[in-house]
């Protein structure tokens, strides 16, 4: 039976029982939200019938025809029209149209008003949710208008430059050679730097150790690392104090693998420790727990060999650096002893080092003592010792020397030593080295596509043996220590041209060695 038909049950009942049953029949069908567009019509000639009108009848089967219809078709046939089901003139239903109609609009008004009330219930949710949100927005713009204002009165505490001294100042470590006198160092110092006022003034003593030569921060900035040059040698472990400025305490101490430590290197990751002993020329590496920021037990270590010519300082190998390339693959050593710069294969995974190639320095009693990158590993840059120069060296695929430069001015010839080479920590354009005699800082700019330097500037350092210097993480000052005449001098650096001009702030400490700065 289609969704269009309707079943009725056989009656003999009269008019009126008739057509009350008719109207439940109709009010129980299936169909609950409309009236099918031919429940009203015959099935003959498809007249759709209304109140008022001509009689509807139906038959057993449940079709429903006008009883005009159905009449003159039982005339000549005695089956329904439609399914064919042996039906007789007897079995006709009589349906009052009209009492269907108003049954079916009972129940549809019914189904009206339970779908008004559930849309009344959405209304009355829908206006509390926006009541809700609209509490919710008034509290976040009071919120926000709160902060607007705190803002506002930070920005205006801020331009009165409370903490302007705070801001603009750095931290300043410095390494020294000890001893017992009264007016000897006695450790690390830490240095205030004022950027604003361009001074210097001493914190503190950060921590008693014997001979800090040379000190580095980790690249954490949590951990300070400092040689002990002696016989044997040491590396002592600090943890920067984040509450008292300058203050460094201990964690522990680690044999350096040789004699005489005096440079200290790290990888970007600060996994591992470098160490050059100058005294029987060895170098080593030593892991760093990552934890607690102490030095373990060297697990890379080689012995440097040779001599050259300088019958006092040439006699046996002497490491002075050991410094990963850019890549971290190879480390390059300078031996100032031998006249050599070693290049090892560095091994990450486990802190190894493979001896690979030696090469020579550019010329005999050169005395090799640091060297530095260029950031596109396109030349090594080496400051000698003993012959006061720098050689400008490819770097690969093997190293080969494109200048000699000297440090000194051409009419000086007094005794000299070279010390200390570097960049300009904010442009590679500008480079820096020491000279111990002559007593100055040699300043000069480089060429990026060639590596070649051309001398600018000689300062003096307003003391003796400028033994290393360093510039601060702004790129702003450089500050020397002379350990010949017991004072740290401070310089500001032209941010153009690269060139330093005394402020004529120091501070006193007794032979200085070292200068690092703690980036905040």
Request: charged share 15%.
């Amino acid at each position: 039976m289609d969704d269009n038909e309707i079943s009725l049950p056989r009656t003999n009942t009269d008019e009126n029982t008739t057509t009350a049953a008719a109207a439940s029949i109709c009010s129980s069908t299936k169909t609950t939200t409309h009236i099918p567009k031919d429940l009203f019509s015959c099935l003959i000639c498809y007249e759709t019938f209304g109140v008022d009108q001509q009689q509807l009848v139906a038959l057993k089967c449940g079709h429903m025809f006008c009883a005009l219809c159905i009449h003159q078709w039982f005339t000549t046939n005695k089956v329904c029209p439609t399914c064919r089901k042996r039906c007789w003139l007897k079995d006709i239903l009589h349906i009052d149209v009209s009492t269907c109609i108003v049954a079916y609009g009972k129940k549809k008004i019914n189904n009206l008003s339970a779908e008004r009330d559930r849309l009344k219930n959405d209304i009355q949710t829908l206006k509390n949710s926006i009541a809700n949100t609209r509490q919710y927005v008034r509290k976040t713009e009071s919120r926000l208008q709160t902060k607007r204002i705190l803002l506002h009165r930070l920005k205006y505490i801020f331009s009165l430059n409370i903490w302007s001294s705070k801001v603009s100042s750095t931290i300043v470590y410095i390494g020294a050679y000890t001893g017992d006198g009264p007016t000897d160092s006695k450790g690390v110092y830490a240095l205030e730097l004022d950027e604003t006022k361009s001074t210097l003034s001493l914190l503190r003593l950060s921590a008693a150790t014997s001979n800090p030569s040379y000190v580095l921060v980790h690249p954490s900035h949590k951990y300070l690392y400092a040689v002990s040059e002696q016989d044997n040698g040491a590396v002592a472990a600090f943890q920067i104090d984040s509450t008292v400025p300058g203050r460094l305490i201990p964690i522990n101490q680690q044999t350096s693998a040789g004699s005489g430590p005096c440079y200290l290197s790290t990888n970007k990751a600060g996994t591992y420790l470098f160490v050059a002993n100058y005294n029987n020329g060895t170098v080593a590496v030593l892991p760093i727990d990552q934890t607690s920021g102490g030095v373990g037990q060297y697990t890379g270590f080689d012995q440097q060999t040779g001599s050259s010519i300088d019958p006092d300082r040439q006699t046996s190998a002497h490491a002075h650096c050991i410094v990963l390339d850019r890549a971290e693959q190879f480390a390059l050593s300078a031996d100032l002893g031998s006249d050599q710069i070693y290049q090892y294969r560095f091994f990450s995974n486990n802190g190894t080092l493979l001896r690979k190639t030696v090469t020579k320095a550019a010329r005999l009693g050169d005395g090799p003592r640091h060297l530095i990158f260029d950031s596109n590993q396109n030349f090594v840059y080496l400051i000698n010792e003993l012959k006061s120069t720098i050689t400008v060296f490819t770097y690969f695929p093997i190293m080969q020397p494109v200048q000699i430069i000297s440090t000194l001015p051409q009419n000086f010839t007094g005794s000299n030593t070279a010390a200390e080479i570097i960049f300009h920590p904010k442009t590679e354009k500008i480079l820096y080295a020491s000279n111990r005699g002559h007593n100055s800082v040699a300043v000069f700019t480089v060429d990026s596509t060639t590596g070649y330097l051309t001398l600018i500037q000689h300062i003096n350092v307003q003391g003796l043996t400028p033994r290393n210097f360093n510039i601060s993480p702004s790129g702003k000052f450089l500050i020397v220590a002379n350990q010949d005449s017991n004072n740290i001098v401070l310089f500001t650096i032209d941010q153009t041209t690269g060139k330093l001009t005394a402020t004529g702030s120091s501070v006193p400490i007794s032979k200085p060695t070292c200068v690092k700065y703690l980036e905040q």
